[in-house]
């Protein structure tokens, strides 16, 4: 039983930032003025929180991001699997049993029953309308009135337990870690951890750990048996949706900015210190794109791109790559609405450097201009491309949700906190209300662009010099 | 002075060019007018005739560029290019799919999306400055610290959720106006007091803590302490000098988007019902009418240029140091 | 004790919080008498201005007074709650800073950055106010102070904003005025005018000054009573003839011996070694125990203080020993230069021929933005410099010095004129051929800070230009030479591996002297390289300027405004004035007996360290004017006080005088025919 890899688009960008961001690393593990304000990221109680909470996103997205072909020979159910989903992702491959917990419709979270009434037949062979059985969620239960109460306060607890556990165990290999590397030993070690003297603030860093690990542990023993936040219209699992669009958030929050950044760097570059003509044809180019209203251009961009796709539907083997090629268009052209952005910054932070006196000292040397860009220039306005990167994300992740409403966002098939609001939204109107996927996608959304706004004001702090001195 | 806002619009013209022929080349180039024809239409009932049917009535069938058939400056008049796209520059918008003339439709929607629009602006802008002006005058202590918390976790919170919690609280649960719809005159104020409300509220995160920012900026520069040491109380220094300085960034990020007011919110009208041009383009998205969205991105491109010059004039305007030399 | 007028017992303030708060002023005591200058004499960062901003309780956010009372008459300012010390500031005490540029809200004209002064003291009568606004313009020498009510900050000169500032200052017509560095940002000229009228105002209004400054010749000019603080502390406290006389503590001695000027050319200026030591500790030795060449036991254990004579102390334990004070200095080396320096390729001529050198940046305006006009950055200069010898260019900020030297390295390209370095004329040369003359001609700027990219190793800095121009095959002979030349001007050998924010500004300035070294020129162009320095680090950096220039025969374009090291370090001086030169000669016959009446005035207007040299100052009315709109005739002649007809008519020419230097004035042309 052999599963063929499949690389996508977005999986192979992926990946290269991944390596990217490797290189960066490195280099900049080198460089003191990179190394400095990370360090001051890392002695940051918001930071490591943060930290904490974005790796997990980044982990489930990276899980997420390893495409391959399951080969269904010894399923006897593969005929028909194959035909709906072809491409599943490592990620896929953990959670199968959210994957493949289908009900009918509607269920409210933890719910026994489905949210809607049918046509029930009893099983002496008369009728009843009324809220049938789960076939997955709850099953287990003989009486879900009587039993499910205890079942779920007692899976709670042992996730909660579970997670407490987890949590422990990971303390204790850290102050072993930690007091392997330098004297006091374990005891003082964890005594200093404990109570946050030490630098790096490892006790936020636990605690948000801690926190994490027993709601996705409490998570992992509900969801076991029921359907932790419910099922949708066509009765598929609402957080398994939600844990997926983990990908798309991450995708166009970063993909975006790698697709954007050389255009910005280079131009912005070039038309600040090259000034004159080149300067002038780098600004009319930029004002020229900005004027255009963002969601218009890309509202125009999509309905072009679904013209050619429906008029070129052949060329694409499956919806997964389909919709994966939308993605990766999408964050072309949102790339193309947001570059200029930063392109105007580094022209004015270049058009600085170029007469200060170690770029005039290098001129006087006879250093060419490429080597005075590479070697002056570019390294002094890098934290400016940081802090770009890093504040662009939150605002490109909510861009996402508010992009698919308009159905310009990525394709309706893909999983995304958009298209879970959009989808939802319809169902505000029924009476009583189906509020569980708004609130999923709301709260997935919500913690992981919490996080990124915190940790980019963080990262801002140290990286900006202008607003440490104020400090 | 004079000749200075003359340059700025002289130098709009070839922008306005530039994004003509982006325009063009996105909605007539990338897709020919067949391709176009064949989505509208739905592939399974694509007769040739019925694309030529298409194109025709919306006057796709001629040449792109240059008109071989037509005699004299036919040749270039009588094209998609001369037709579709440098018409925009007169602000003829042409007919939508539903055989509607789109300026008159544009000039009668604007008024909805203004009336969302201005309040919105007008009410954040008070709301803002003076919640950052408090928060600038109790800097450092906690009332700054966890005023800035409370603004990061309310940009964090997706617009869509302010718009559906709003509506769900204030109009399902506590009717107090209605969902959604729109009046004319007077009686369209129940219609549009939540929309703007939550305009203003899903605004303060990221507004406050701009105004915050540049009120701080200008909090440590050397004046302040100069008024300082002439014995100003602390809310006079704020108020006469901090405020003034700061004044000049706001108001001038404040007329950039003015003209674009004209553009409405797209989400915001959508979810109110509200007739505005947000809501005219989100229909013609999602009916792939191809001819509004065209006349929208040129709209909006005019809209955002007056906007970039009017930043310069305000400039000259509001800050001495421009208007003088 | 009645006519105490402010009095400071133990002041302490503290900057930062946290386990090691920088004690920026560490326990000092001071008593101001009514109508008197007192002089607070030190170096940066030794704690001068949080003295004073302390004292108006402005305290930048991070810093706090711990302890300590402050009197101003019989009030204890420091008990005072907040809105009773509003009261005081701007009232009994005003405050003057140094930057007359920022220290003005840009925003809101000068009338109504002085009315809102006058209207908290005298009430809001708005009549009243407007009069009293004019009325202060007037006596702090603006002219035309009614229509200069309505102007904005920006339309006024950097002397004429300090004017502001004193007006806004007398508003509340203090006891006390604090001044802060008030003249540090003002070119020479402007200086005197400044302090002449702080004088006068003193005279006027019977305040007392607190004055705070670096520079021991304005101290010398107008001080009553002198204190010097050094980290932290006051270490001397003197009548100002008495500490001009003789200085107690050794580090006012060493700042007096490492002022350069004329007489000690041939020798090397005493220096003070090492550095301020950093404040964020408690200190149980002397603070300059390190520092001080006479230190001995006892300086393990800090001084107290030692009081001389009434009003006279010292935080020395040499202090009780008069005469001991004075012990042997230790010889100083003599400096000796090379022989000539005769490098290849030096031949009798000049090394650098500057001819009619033109230096024009266009002004555009209108719609299309046609070039309207030029700023005469340099207009015409004509300079020629020697193997091995020093040329001065002197000259007020925005005369257009900095731009001759851009000009001649090809940084600017000049408009007009021929620049012959060693026969070439660089002004054709382009590209390739450009690039490989440059390892000749090298410059040192001002900043030291600014000067080196602080993403780079040091080492790679100095080793940017070896790179570029070939030097050093391979990357060892580089790295030796790097080695080689931190030695040279005396740095530590691991310098290399360091960044250039660890280094102190006088280091920093020395590995730029490395770099420029590094692609062995024949010329340095020195661009103010002293004057963002301390004193005593200046005294260094000019040491080595000389040592290398002896060692290597470099020649030094050195430009600059600063009159005492032009005294000791050049062979030739030329004095700019907006773009032009108006005067060129030998630098003692020039120094001694200036001729154009704009160096005359020039010369009298820097301030000598010493109260017994009672020169006349020549003071120059009004400010230098633009470039961009020179005056017809000689641009000297609307501030010249010896202005004849002629001068309005045509530019003097540039004359040779009998005695071999050059002037280009009628006056003298007049004379000397």
């Known amino acids: ?471 | ?325 | 004790m009645s006519d105490t007028l402010l009095k400071v017992e133990n002041l302490q303030t503290w900057l930062g919080s946290g386990e090691r708060p920088v004690r920026a002023v560490d326990g000092i005591d001071l008593e101001i008498r009514r109508g008197e200058t007192f002089a607070l004499l030190g170096e940066s960062g030794c704690g001068k201005s949080m003295t004073a901003l302390s004292l108006m309780r402005l305290l930048p956010p991070a810093g706090r007074i711990v302890a300590g009372d402050v009197y101003l008459g019989k009030t204890a300012l420091l008990e005072l709650p907040e809105y009773a010390m509003r009261a005081e500031r701007g009232g009994r005490m005003a405050m003057i800073f140094q930057e007359p540029m920022t220290s003005l809200n840009p925003v809101l004209t000068i009338g109504q950055q002085i009315g809102e002064a006058v209207k908290i003291r005298d009430g809001g009568d708005r009549r009243a106010v407007a009069q009293r606004v004019v009325e202060l313009l007037h006596s702090v020498g603006i002219p035309d102070p009614v229509r200069r009510v309505g102007e904005y900050p920006h339309q006024l000169s950097g002397g004429m904003k300090q004017r502001v500032m004193i007006a806004m200052a007398l508003a509340g017509r203090p006891e006390l005025l604090i001044a802060d560095e008030p003249t540090t940002a003002l070119d020479v000229t402007i200086q005197a005018q400044v302090l002449a009228l702080l004088k006068e105002l003193q005279r006027q209004t019977g305040m007392a000054i607190l004055l705070i400054t670096h520079d021991l010749g304005v101290v010398a000019e107008v001080a009553d009573r002198v204190a010097v603080m050094y980290a932290g502390q006051i270490i001397e406290q003197a009548s100002r003839d008495r500490f001009f006389d003789n200085p107690q503590h050794p580090y006012s001695r060493k700042l007096f011996q490492s002022l350069p000027d004329a007489g000690k050319r041939s020798r090397r200026l005493a220096v003070i070694s090492g550095n301020v030591p950093p404040l964020n500790q408690v200190f149980t030795a002397c603070r300059f125990i390190d520092r001080c060449d006479r230190a001995f036991e006892d300086c393990e254990m800090a001084p107290g203080w030692t009081e001389l004579a009434p009003g006279q102390g010292v935080r020395c334990h040499l202090a009780g020993f008069h005469d001991a004070v004075s012990i042997v200095e230790l010889p100083e080396a003599e400096h000796t230069p090379v022989a000539a320096a005769s490098g290849p390729g030096s031949s009798q001529g000049p090394l650098l021929q500057v001819e009619q050198l033109k230096v024009h940046f266009p002004i555009h305006k209108g719609v299309f933005k046609r070039t309207v006009g030029h700023v005469r950055a340099v207009d015409g200069i004509s300079l020629s410099i020697d193997p091995g010898k020093t040329l001065a260019l002197v000259g007020e900020s925005g005369c257009g010095k900095t731009t001759v030297g851009k000009g001649i390295l090809q940084l600017v390209r000049p408009t007009a004129g021929s620049v012959r370095f060693a026969g070439d004329e660089l002004t054709r040369l382009k590209g390739g051929a450009l690039r490989s003359r440059r390892s000749e001609l090298q410059i040192i700027f001002q900043d030291p800070v600014a000067s080196m990219n602080p993403r780079m190793l040091v080492g790679d800095i100095i080793e940017e230009g070896m790179k570029a121009q070939r030097i050093g095959r391979t990357a060892e002979q580089r790295r030796a030479r790097v080695t080689e030349l931190l030695g040279q001007v005396g740095l530590p050998d691991d310098s290399a591996s360091r960044y250039p924010h660890e280094f102190s500004g006088g280091q920093r300035q020395r590995i730029c002297i490395a770099r420029a070294l590094a692609v062995d020129p024949k010329l340095i162009i020195c661009d103010e390289p002293t004057s963002a320095l301390d004193v005593s680090v200046q005294a260094q950096i000019l040491n080595l300027l000389k040592l290398l220039q002896n060692s290597r025969g470099l020649a030094f374009l050195f430009i600059t405004h600063n009159i005492s090291v032009v005294a000791y370090l050049a062979d030739e001086v030329a004095v700019m004035y907006l773009g032009r030169i108006v005067e060129r000669g030998e630098v003692g016959q020039l120094l001694a007996a200036p001729r154009h009446p704009y160096t005359q005035a020039l010369l009298s207007a820097v301030p000598v360290a010493d109260p017994r040299s009672r020169r006349e100052v020549i003071r120059l009315e009004g400010d230098m004017p633009s470039p961009a709109n020179p005056p017809a005739g000689c641009h000297f002649h609307p501030r010249c006080p010896f202005a004849m007809p002629r001068c309005r008519e045509r530019y003097p020419d540039l004359n040779r005088l009998a005695d071999g230097r050059q002037v280009s004035c009628y006056k003298v042309e007049h004379e000397e025919s």
């Open chain 1, 1 to 471: 039983m052999m599963d063929s890899l499949v690389i996508l688009w977005t999986d192979a960008l992926v990946f290269l930032l991944l390596l990217f961001v490797g290189t960066f690393g490195v280099y900049a593990a080198g460089k003191e003025h990179l190394r400095g304000p990370w360090r001051l990221v890392v002695r940051s109680r918001v930071g490591v929180s943060t930290l904490v909470i974005l790796s997990f996103y980044v982990a489930v997205g990276l899980l997420d991001s390893v495409h391959f072909e399951p080969s269904y020979l010894a399923d006897p159910q593969a005929q028909d699997r194959a035909q709906s989903t072809e491409v599943v992702s490592l990620f896929d491959r953990l959670v199968l049993p959210l994957r493949e917990r289908q009900e009918k419709t509607y269920s409210a979270p933890l719910a026994t029953h489905l949210y809607a009434k049918e046509n029930i037949e009893q099983s002496d062979g008369t009728m009843i309308r009324d809220y049938p059985r789960l076939q997955y969620g709850g099953a287990h239960l003989a009486d879900p009135a009587r039993d499910w109460a205890g079942d779920v306060l007692r899976l709670s607890l042992i996730g909660l337990v579970k997670g407490l556990l987890v949590t422990l165990v990971l303390a204790n290999i850290l102050f072993a870690l930690l007091a392997s590397r330098r004297a006091g030993g374990f005891a003082g070690v964890a005594r200093e951890v404990l109570t946050g003297k030490g630098e790096i603030p490892w006790r936020s860093a636990l605690i948000t750990l801690g926190l994490l690990l027993m709601v996705l542990l409490w998570a992992v023993e509900l969801s076991g048996r029921y359907h932790l936040l419910g099922t949708d219209k066509v009765g598929e699992d609402v957080f398994y949706q939600a844990l997926k669009s983990i990908r798309t958030g991450l995708l166009i929050g970063t993909l975006t900015t790698l697709v954007m950044l050389p255009a910005a760097i280079l131009l912005g570059i070039m038309a600040g210190y090259f000034r004159g003509w080149v300067d002038d044809l780098i600004q009319y180019t930029y004002t020229t794109l900005n004027s255009i209203p963002g969601v218009l251009l890309i509202a125009a961009a999509i309905l072009m791109l679904q013209i050619y796709m429906s008029n070129h539907a052949d060329e694409f083997n499956s919806l997964v790559e389909r919709a994966d090629l939308r993605l990766l268009f999408l964050c072309i052209i949102l790339g193309v609405t947001s570059w200029t952005g930063l392109c105007r910054l580094l022209r004015g932070e270049s058009m600085k450097l170029r007469e200060v006196d170690y770029v005039q000292a290098a001129v006087a040397f006879g250093v060419g201009h490429f080597q005075i860009i590479v070697r002056h220039i570019l390294p002094n306005v890098l934290h400016i491309v940081l802090i770009t990167v890093v504040l662009d994300f939150s605002g490109l992740v909510l861009a996402e949700a508010v992009l698919s409403y308009v159905n310009i966002g990525v394709d309706p098939t893909m999983n995304s906190w958009g298209n879970m609001i959009n989808s939802a939204r319809l169902e505000m109107a029924r009476e009583p209300v189906v509020w569980w996927s708004l609130l999923a996608a709301m709260i997935f959304m919500f913690t992981l662009v919490l996080s990124a706004n915190l940790f980019s004001d963080v990262v801002r702090d140290a990286f900006d010099p202008r607003l440490r001195s104020s400090r």
């Open chain 2, 1 to 325: 002075m004079i000749a200075y806002i003359i340059r700025r619009v002289l130098y709009a013209i070839p922008i306005l060019i530039g994004i003509n022929i982006l325009t063009f080349v996105l909605f007539f180039v990338v897709n020919s007018p067949d391709d176009m024809a064949r989505m509208n239409l739905g592939m399974k009932r694509v007769t040739p005739e019925a694309i030529e049917n298409w194109k025709a009535e919306r006057g796709y069938d001629r040449p792109l560029l240059y008109n071989a058939a037509r005699q004299g400056t036919e040749q270039l008049t009588n094209t998609i290019f001369f037709q579709k796209s440098l018409k925009l520059f007169q602000f003829e918008f042409g007919v939508s799919d539903s055989d509607r003339d789109i300026g008159y439709d544009i000039s009668q929607r604007m008024w909805p999306s203004l009336a969302i629009a201005v309040p919105v602006l007008l009410v954040g802008l008070l709301v803002n400055i003076t919640y950052a002006l408090l928060i600038a005058f109790f800097r450092a202590t906690y009332i700054d610290i966890w005023s800035v918390v409370l603004c990061v976790v309310m940009m964090s919170i997706s617009g869509l959720f302010y718009i559906i919690g709003g509506q769900y609280l204030v109009s399902k649960l506590l009717h107090l106006v209605p969902i959604s719809g729109y009046d004319t005159g007077l009686a369209a104020i129940k219609f549009l007091i939540l929309p703007v409300l939550i305009g203003v509220v899903g605004g303060i995160g990221a507004g406050t803590r701009w105004y915050r920012t540049l009120f701080l900026e200008e909090i440590n520069r050397d004046y302040v302490r100069t008024a300082r040491a002439k014995g100003l109380s602390e809310g006079l220094v704020l108020f006469r000098h901090v405020l003034k300085n700061a004044m000049i960034p706001i108001l001038t990020g404040v007329v950039v988007v003015l003209p674009l007011l004209f553009m409405g919110s797209l989400i915001t009208e959508s979810f109110f019902g509200i007739p505005g041009l947000g809501s005219y383009t989100i229909d013609a998205i999602n009916r792939q009418d191809f001819a509004i969205v065209r006349a929208m991105v040129f709209l909006g491109s005019v809209l955002y240029i007056i906007g970039l010059l009017l930043t310069d004039i305000s400039y000259t305007l509001v800050d001495p140091r421009v208007r003088l030399s």
